[in-house]
């Protein structure tokens, strides 16, 4: 690692989860908040050189570790001495993929913040202007919503303003609604071609 590079035995834990090969085995202290996955996983983190030492922390301070594993915000956990100083960012997040996986998608998003900036992991508004002067019949503009996301109404908004509203037609696809939507395909496919509404 240097020059703000990627220390690639950390980056191979984050995805696979995964330390050196060794035949060190550690036995799972009996604590009921440590499960037996978490405990491999913190087992074969500490395999590697930048967290030597790091499971037998955990055993031998649970209390301070719970800490980590009962916050609402365990992304943003101080982790317990020496620990929080001693590891880099990549290696916190390590660390959170043994006691939080559920928290790492926000962990991966301060990473990439703090790394190269908040512009990556923010989506660029939506431009229906740009985005209609780029369609054609060939390639048409697709949807796709997720929770939170709803273009509807400013695309309505933009049909309203190109005088095409009456044009439009909208469905939500849903059980039974299959034949409706064919039904609205093939009535759309046999319309006059036009470039603009």
Known sequence: MGDGGINPSLWRFLISGQGKPSDVKQAQPPIGWIETRMWAELVALSTLPECKGLAAHVAQHPNKWKQVFDSADAHAEPLPRPWHSRLDRLAKMCVLRCIRPDKMTLA???FVVANSGAKFIEPPPLDLHSCFD?????????????????PTKAFYNFAEQKGCRRKVFCISLGQGQGALAARMIAEAQVCPLVTHC
């Open 134 to 150: 780029d369609s054609t019949v060939q390639t048409p503009l697709i949807f796709i919503l997720s929770t939170g996301s709803d």
């Open 108 to 110: 991966v998003q301060a």
